[in-house]
C-alpha cells in the first residue's frame, strides 16, 4: 500500500469522531472548521515530513499493538545534564544503558527552558528547541536514531499546561499583542480570579501560593497554577490546541517513542469548578491519541495523573476510545514507602488489589523514585479504619522517613513542608531512604548489608508489577542523596534537587568489585531484570491477585497463567518472618536464589524477599 493510501486510511477511520469532539470542544468558536481544517492540514505536513524509518517502524507497531504490554521492556529516567552532560555524551554512553538491560529510556525535560525559573525544564521557552548546553536538536534526532538501532524506544516529557514566561506567546503577549494574550488567561481586575481561587485548589501553597500572579508591568492578573514563572495555555482558544499538537508531532518526528502528557488533569479550567480532571480533558486526550493513530501510530502517549485512582484510571479511556496507552502508577509508590515507614503491608495489599481489578489493557509504568517528589496522596478513608488520621499520619510519615522518628533508618528530606496544613511531601534517594545512606556513613556493616538488601526487596516488588518498571537513574548503584544543591542559589529552594544529583561514574566503576554496594545492588538487578524478561509469567496479561500471609510485615503477590504459577514474598520488616502461606500444588522455584521449596510456612530474612515459580502440569 502506498504511503499516502495508508494515512488516508489512518485518517477516514478517525475523522469523524475527531471532526465531532473537536466541534463538540469549540461549539462556540466563529469558524471551528476553519480551524479543524488547520488541524488536519498540520497533521498531513507532519506525516509527509516523517522519515523513513519511523514510518517504517510505525507499520511494525501497528501489526504488533501489544508490543509495549509484554515483559521485556525496563526502563530508566535520567536527566541528560547529571548522566553525562550532553545529549552526545548519553550517546556516548549508551553501551552503559544496555549494560543495565534497559531499552526504555525517559529523558527528562530537556528543551529550552530559562535558567533558574525552569522548574527543572518544566517551564519550556521553545518546544523545538533543545536546551543549548545539552547541544541541539539534531543531536537529539542523533541520539534517538542509534537508541532506535539498538532497540530502545526514547520517552520524552510534553509540557502542556503551560509555557514559560519566555515564551514567544507569552514575550508576544507581554508586549500587547491581542492574538497572543487570548492563549493565556489573562484579568485586568482580581475579581474573576478572585471567583476560580474559590473552588481551585493550590498546588504549591507554600512556594507558589494562589493560582494567578500579578504582572505590574502590564497590570493584569495572569493564571499560573504552578508557579509564577509558568503561565497556563488558554486551549478554549483551539489555536492553542492546534499549535500544541504541532509541536507534540514535531518532536514525534524527532524520534520520540513515548510521549510523556505532563500535568495533564489541569490542560482545561472552567470557572466554578477545581479546574482537575474535566470533561473536556478526556476529549483533548482522545483526540491526541487518534492524532497519533494517524501521524505516528508507533507513538505511545503515557498519562502523568497524580491523582487519587478513581481519577486516575479514567485516563485509559475505553476498550472502544481509548486514550492514553500507559499511567504513572502513582498511588503504588507513595503506598510502598508508606508501607516502609509503617512495616504495615495493608493498604500496600488493597492498592494491589484494586489495581489488579482493572483491566490487563490498562498499562501502568511501575517506578520507586522518580525525579518529583513523594506526596502522600493516601486512602484515608482505609486508614482511618485503623486509627490513623491524615494530618498526623503525614507527620509521622514525613518524620520517619527523613530520619527525625526514633530507629528511623532513612534519611529524606521535605519539600513544600506547610506547618500550617501539618503537609509535606518527602524527596530522597531509593537507597537514602532504605538506610544506605544512614549505615554507610555509620561504618555498620550488617546494618548495611540488611539496607541493601531492602533496597533489592523494593526493587524485585516493583519488577514484579504488572506494566513496566522504571529505574531512577542512580538506584542501580545505590547514589544516595546530594546535599550539594544547597549550595546552588536558583537550586537551595527546591529540595527536590536532594535526589537529581550528578551521575556518579566513579561509583558506577565499583560495580565490578565484588562485596561493594554497587557491585551488590547492580548485579541482583541485573538478575531480577533477566529472570522478568525470559519469564512470561511477568507479561501484563498474566492474571494478578494477592494473598494472605498472615504476618502484617509480609506481602504475597500472586501472577498465573495457564501454563505457570508466581509468588512474590516479600518482607517489610527489620526481623525475620516467616509467610504463612499454604498452596499445596507441588515444589516451586526460587527464581532469585535457585533453590526449590514447597509454597508453605516460607522464611524470609530482615527485608528480605522470594521469587517462587512454578510451571504447570497438564
Known sequence: ??????????????????????????????????????????????YDQRIPSLK????????????YKRNDLTGMMMYVNC???TLKGVQEKLDYIQECNVNYLHLMPLLSSPKGRSDGGYAVADFRKVQEELGNMEDFAELTAECHQRGISVCLDFVMNHTSEEHEWARRARAGEKEYQDRYFFFDTFDVPSIYEQTCPQVFPTTAPGNFTWLDDMKKYVMTTFYPYQWDLNYRNPVVLNEMIANMLYLANQGVDIIRLDAVPYIWKELGTNCRNLPQVHSMVRMMRMICEIVCPGVLLLG???????????????????????????????????TVATRDVSLLRRQLDIVAGLPVDYIFQNYLRCHDDIGWGLDYDYLRNFGMEEVPHKKYLNDFLTGNYPGSFARGELYNDDP????????GTTASLCGIDRFYHENNQEALDRAVRFDITLHAFM????????????????????????????????SRYIHRGDFRWDLAEKRREKHTVQEKLFHALN???HIRTSHGIFSADAALRT?????????????????????GLFNFSEQDRTAWINEEDGIYTDLISGTETEARGVPLPAYGCCWLWRKKTD
Open 1 to 46: 500500500m502506498s504511503e499516502e493510501k495508508l494515512y488516508d486510511q489512518r485518517f477516514h477511520r478517525h475523522y469523524d469522531e475527531l471532526k465531532w469532539l473537536y466541534c463538540e470542544l469549540y461549539r462556540d468558536t466563529p469558524r471551528v472548521m476553519d480551524h479543524f481544517g488547520d488541524l488536519t492540514a498540520s497533521m498531513k505536513t507532519f
Open 56 to 67: 517504517e517502524g510505525d507499520i511494525l507497531r501497528e501489526k504488533d499493538p501489544g508490543w
Open 83 to 85: 548522566f553525562a552532560g
Open 304 to 338: 502523568e495523573v497524580v491523582m487519587a485512582p478513581d481519577k486516575v484510571a479514567p485516563y485509559f479511556g475505553t476498550v472502544e476510545k481509548p486514550e492514553c496507552h500507559m499511567l504513572y502508577n502513582v498511588t503504588t509508590m507513595a503506598s510502598t514507602w508508606h
Open 420 to 427: 500550617r496544613l501539618g503537609d509535606a511531601r518527602l524527596c
Open 463 to 494: 519488577f514484579s508489577q504488572s506494566g513496566i518498571p522504571v529505574i531512577y537513574s542512580g538506584d542501580e548503584i545505590g547514589q544516595l542523596n546530594d546535599n550539594s544543591y544547597k549550595e546552588v542559589p536558583e537550586k537551595a529552594p527546591d
Open 527 to 529: 538478575h531480577l531484570e
Open 547 to 567: 494473598l494472605d500471609t498472615w504476618d502484617p510485615s509480609v506481602l504475597a503477590l500472586v501472577r498465573e497463567s495457564d501454563s505457570e504459577k508466581f509468588i
